[in-house]
């Protein structure tokens, strides 16, 4: 008898609530909206929210909320967005001492209940907090990635397309190294169908597209008060969705390196196949000797992140 797929949300916040919507929206599984003990009526809440909306959406997933990590047995999918959003002011890396003891909460409890789960991180500062999990876990570096590039490219692709005043359907670009300010996005691959961005939009434009693109976290935190969590949910669920339905998309993603691209023992967004398999290739694209100096400052930045978790 097939069974349902299990997602398991870690953390019920904004984005877990978002996750949570989609996933159920889209059928991926049945869903966990897991938060620490202290929240977790408000996990159940928000979940017995979501479950009547299925009644008007009409869809048959189930949602449930929890505080205990053995409701999350056997969950096919892990999606962490467990610890603190920045707030204006603030970098993804000055959350890295608030963030770490809870990303190692997460990762304990995770490979005792759920040790099988393809694992998709969206804690911040991203790049150190997925690194962070996987030596905590131990888990295969196939089974685990960290969301940054889908939601950067997003953001990349919407003002590319408004600048050139085109369909967002018809943009096509990565933005790949660490989720900081130093962020690659890679305007030699950068087309809107097929046709090179540069070719119809001003350099001095792009430029500044790039600049908007490195900082549009920040902009939105300073906007809200606190970071946004509708595209980061439906950047992680695309990520998931590949993984669930075998799609073997390519997608920008933070992966462990282990030589590509000249990186060893880093996670860093680069392109990935994602299909059912988990991380199934990393794409090494050509790069511009321009690009790959912007991506050598950017892992020099996850680096140096890195070096503190490691340190603490
Ligand atoms: N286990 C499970 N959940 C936890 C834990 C833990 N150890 N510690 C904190 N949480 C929960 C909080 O109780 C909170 O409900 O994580 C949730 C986070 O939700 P929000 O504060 O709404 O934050 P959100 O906007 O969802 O962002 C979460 O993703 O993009 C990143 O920078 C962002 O690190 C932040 C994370």
């Known amino acids: ?76 999918v892990l999606i962490v967005t467990a610890g603190i959003p920045r707030k204006p002011g603030q970098s993804r890396d000055d959350l890295v001492a608030v963030n770490l003891p809870i990303i190692r909460d997460v990762a304990n409890n995770a ?27 131990g888990c295969d570096k196939s089974k685990i990635v960290g969301m940054a590039g889908v939601l950067d490219s997003a953001r990349f692709q919407l003002f590319l397309a408004r600048e050139a005043n085109v369909s967002i359907k018809d943009v096509r670009a990565m933005v790949l190294g660490g989720h900081g300010d130093d962020m690659v996005p890679v305007l030699s691959m950068t087309t809107i169908n097929g046709v090179p961005a540069t070719t119809l939009i001003a350099k001095d434009k792009l430029s500044s597209i790039v600049e908007r693109t490195r900082k549009g976290g920040g902009e939105i935190v300073n906007l809200m008060g606190t970071s946004a969590y509708y595209a980061p949910a439906s950047s992680a669920v695309a990520m998931a969705e590949a993984y669930l339905l075998d799609q073997k998309r390519l997608l920008p993603c933070a992966a462990y390196l282990d030589g590509e691209f000249g990186y060893k023992d880093l996670f ?45």
Request: include cysteine; proline fraction near 4%; glycine fraction near 10%.
């Open 1 to 76: 008898m097939p069974t349902r797929k299990k997602i398991g949300l870690i953390g019920a916040g904004n984005i877990g609530g978002e996750l949570a919507r989609l996933c159920a929206n889209k059928e991926l599984g049945d869903v966990v909206l897991f938060d620490i003990p202290a929240k977790e009526s408000f996990a159940k809440g928000k979940a017995l929210d979501l479950e009547q909306n299925s009644s008007v959406l009409g869809y048959d997933s189930a949602i449930s909320g929890s505080g205990k990590w053995e409701d999350l047995k056997g969950a096919d």
């Open 111 to 137: 490979k005792k209940y759920c040790p099988d789960a393809f694992v998709i991180v969206i804690s911040n500062p991203l790049d150190a907090m997925v690194y962070e999990y996987m030596r905590v876990t």
């Open 268 to 312: 860093m967004g680069v392109p990935v196949v994602i299909g059912g398999k988990g991380v199934e290739k990393i794409i090494e694209i050509p790069l511009t000797d321009e690009e790959k100096g912007m991506l050598t400052k950017s892992a020099q930045s996850v680096q140096s992140v890195v070096d503190v978790v490691k340190k603490s």
